[in-house]
């Protein structure tokens, strides 16, 4: 794996057309444009850029406290050209950052291997599942004990 170094920064509403364009799923759903438009302006969305280049972003995360009012994170997406290059886990650390109470919070489904081995780095442990979500596919919940 080819490590780069991110800047990290909070995405405003200028930034949204670049993340659409970035998320696959979001090219084709106009619920997830919605999500990522709503998380940009509440300033739940942090992009990551390469340095020299802040108008297009290389991934992006969204961290709420809509999860039982802990810290969630709800999603991260690299670009597919930009993927194993450490830019999930440098987003996943500023979000851990960004982390207001003692435990943060994720969900990936079970197949997901790449994203359980991200968590697993970065010192998540998996505290439960829920079923029925994507028939056949368990969404797995993992924390992690923040300093905060």
Excluded at 6 to 21: G, K, T, Y
Excluded at 28 to 54: F, H, K, M, V
Excluded at 123 to 129: A, L, M, N, R, T
């Amino acid at each position: 794996m080819k490590t780069v170094r991110v800047n990290i920064r909070a995405a405003m509403s200028a930034d949204i057309a670049a993340l659409i364009e970035l998320d696959s799923i979001a090219q084709r759903s106009l619920q997830r444009r919605a999500y990522i438009e709503n998380a940009a302006i509440a300033t739940q969305c942090w992009l990551a850029t390469e340095p020299g280049d802040g108008a297009s972003p290389v991934g992006y995360g969204v961290l709420n406290q809509n999860f039982f009012e802990h810290d969630f994170v709800s999603l991260i997406v690299v670009g597919e050209e930009s993927r194993r290059r450490g830019i999930g886990i440098a987003i996943l650390r500023e979000l851990e950052t960004q982390c207001r109470g003692p435990k943060l919070f994720t969900s990936t489904n079970e197949s997901n291997t790449p994203m359980r081995a991200l968590l697993s780095q970065c010192g998540f442990v998996e505290s439960g599942y829920i079923d029925n979500l994507d028939e056949g596919d368990r969404e797995l919940i993992f924390v992690k004990r923040t300093s905060a």
